[in-house]
Nanobody, 125 residues
Framework: QVQLVESGGGLVQAGGSLRLSCAAS????????MGWFRQASGQEREFIAT????????SYADSVKGRFTISVDPAKSTVYLQMDHLGPEDPSFYYC??????????????????WGNGSLVTVSS
């Protein structure tokens, strides 16, 4: 069993930055790969960033590549999503997720096992 709790969402001006954190707990965290997806009301999930637990491999959706960075701190059992240059396409609920092995953003959903309750990101123009 893995528990994931997101924090760090909020309101930011267009062009600004936010960092989301995901506190993970569970006895076998190192066996999982981590990721972030977002889902706005009435829209499908979009997996935007994934990483191995040690950070050796990462994957990004084209929509966030070059703007968002996923990182993992195993000592703190925490996953981060640094979001820069936020724009009108980015407001959404952001969810931390865990899968049994590493997948690219394109395929992460097929391995998805756990996710948190989400953190809301709003961007003002």
């Amino acid at each position: 069993q893995v528990q994931l709790v997101e924090s760090g969402g909020g309101l930011v001006q267009a062009g600004g930055s936010l960092r989301l954190s995901c506190a993970a707990s569970g006895r076998t965290l190192s066996m999982y790969a981590m990721g972030w997806f977002r889902q706005a009301s009435g829209q499908e999930r979009e997996f935007i960033a994934t990483s191995t637990w040690d950070g050796d491999a990462t994957s990004y959706a084209d929509s966030v590549k070059g703007r968002f960075t996923i990182s993992v701190d195993p000592a703190k059992s925490t996953v981060y999503l640094q979001m820069d240059h936020l724009g009108p396409e980015d407001p959404s609920f952001y969810y931390c997720a865990a899968a049994r092995k590493f997948y690219s953003t394109t395929h992460f959903e097929k391995g998805l096992e756990y996710w948190g309750n989400g953190s809301l990101v709003t961007v003002s123009s």
